[in-house]
């Protein structure tokens, strides 16, 4: 898998004026790579992702999958978003499903035993994720962790080439979120798709990615295209090792440079101190 990103830009025509989203963009990824994107707020991050999804047309420049121009969305590219997305009235194996049942009603060029194959696929995913027991309970059932993976079965059920997660698991708790990290991981090792993964956790963005592009300010452009130097194998523990916490400390004096120059720790606490006694 090549996808190739050559001067792509963005910029949203709208009754309060012109707003540009992405500056021209340039990069490359390939198979099996885990991008992490970091960038303040409005820098563009999901507009990018929308833009590569074929959710929306850029103003300027090319998305290339495999020499083939990226001119709408297509079941090569599948999207998780942050807010929950599952239809409240279909069961979890029946939202898990949905693409390929559309695809059974609406794509006849597809032999159906190919999709038949994929559905035999989203119920092994399922059972994966640990939803093996739930196949027939309704999202309204389900916690926060639990509607986020159906939402990511769903996105990986035609086998896509790219998985793109919009702050996928920003609605959730600490302790959720750090079980959903674990399952990326899993599930990045067993189905080695391309994954582009907007967050704003540097951690969870280091301790997930084999890359990390850093996004400027609006309108944002890739100011840091970081190779993450830790291999394959990762467990909790490399969260608190001493690599891990200067590249954390060098990411967060990246985007929040303000912030460093400027927050005196120790004047807030001698304040906190003075008020409270
Ligand atoms: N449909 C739209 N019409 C007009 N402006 C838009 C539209 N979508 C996004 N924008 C603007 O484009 C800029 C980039 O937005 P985008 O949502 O891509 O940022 P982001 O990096 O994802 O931010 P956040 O981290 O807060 O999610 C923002 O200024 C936003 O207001
Ligand atoms: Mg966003």
């Given at each position: 898998?090549?996808l190739?990103?050559?001067?792509?830009?963005?910029?949203?025509?709208?009754r309060?004026?012109?707003?540009?989203?992405?500056?021209?963009t340039?990069?490359?990824?390939?198979s099996?790579e885990?991008?992490?994107?970091?960038?303040?707020?409005?820098?563009?991050k999901?507009?990018?992702?929308?833009l590569?999804?074929?959710l929306?047309?850029?103003?300027?420049g090319?998305?290339?999958?495999?020499?083939?121009?990226?001119?709408?969305?297509?079941?090569e590219?599948?999207?998780v978003?942050q807010?929950?997305?599952?239809?409240?009235?279909l069961?979890?194996?029946?939202?898990?499903?949905?693409?390929?049942?559309?695809?059974?009603?609406?794509d006849?060029?597809?032999?159906?035993s190919?999709i038949?194959?994929?559905?035999g696929?989203?119920?092994?995913?399922?059972?994966?994720?640990?939803?093996?027991?739930?196949?027939?309970?309704?999202?309204?059932?389900l916690?926060?962790?639990m509607?986020?993976?159906?939402?990511?079965?769903?996105?990986?059920?035609?086998q896509p080439?790219?998985?793109?997660?919009d702050?996928?698991?920003?609605?959730?708790?600490a302790?959720?979120?750090?079980?959903?990290?674990?399952?990326?991981?899993?599930?990045h090792a067993?189905?080695?798709m391309?994954?582009f993964?907007?967050?704003?956790?540097?951690?969870?963005a280091?301790?997930?990615?084999t890359?990390?592009?850093?996004?400027?300010?609006?309108?944002?452009?890739?100011?840091?295209?970081?190779?993450v130097?830790?291999?394959?194998?990762?467990?909790?523990?490399?969260?608190?090792?001493?690599?891990?916490?200067?590249?954390?400390r060098?990411?967060?004096a990246?985007?929040?440079?303000a912030?460093?120059?400027?927050f005196?720790?120790?004047?807030?606490?001698?304040?906190?101190?003075?008020t409270?006694?």
């Open positions: 898998m090549t190739k990103v050559q001067q792509l830009a963005k910029t949203y025509h709208s309060t004026g012109v707003t540009h989203a992405v500056l021209p340039t990069f490359e990824a390939g099996g885990f991008i992490s994107l970091l960038g303040p707020s409005g820098c563009g999901s507009t990018l992702l929308q590569l999804a074929g929306d047309t850029p103003t300027a090319s998305i290339h999958l495999d020499g083939a121009w990226v001119n709408g969305p297509s079941r590219r599948g999207m978003f807010s929950y997305t599952l239809f409240p009235w069961t979890v194996l029946e939202n898990a499903r949905f693409p390929l049942d559309l695809e059974i009603h609406q006849y060029s597809r032999p159906s190919e038949l194959t994929e559905i696929r989203v119920h092994s995913l399922l059972d994966l994720v640990g939803l093996d027991a739930f196949k027939n309970s309704y999202p309204r059932e916690s926060g962790g509607k986020q993976r159906v939402a990511i079965v769903r996105a990986l059920a035609n080439k790219l998985l793109l997660m702050e996928p698991f920003g609605a959730l708790d302790q959720t979120r750090e079980e959903m990290q674990e399952l990326m991981r899993l599930l067993h189905q080695k391309t994954v993964f907007v967050t704003h956790d540097i951690e969870e280091l301790y997930l990615s890359r990390v592009l850093v996004f400027s300010a609006r309108p944002g452009t890739i100011i840091e295209d970081i190779a130097p830790f291999g394959a194998i990762r467990d909790p523990e490399l969260k608190f090792k001493p690599e891990f916490i200067r590249l954390k060098e990411l967060t990246l985007l929040h440079p912030h460093e120059a400027n005196d720790r120790t004047g807030l606490l001698r304040r906190i101190i003075s409270s006694s």
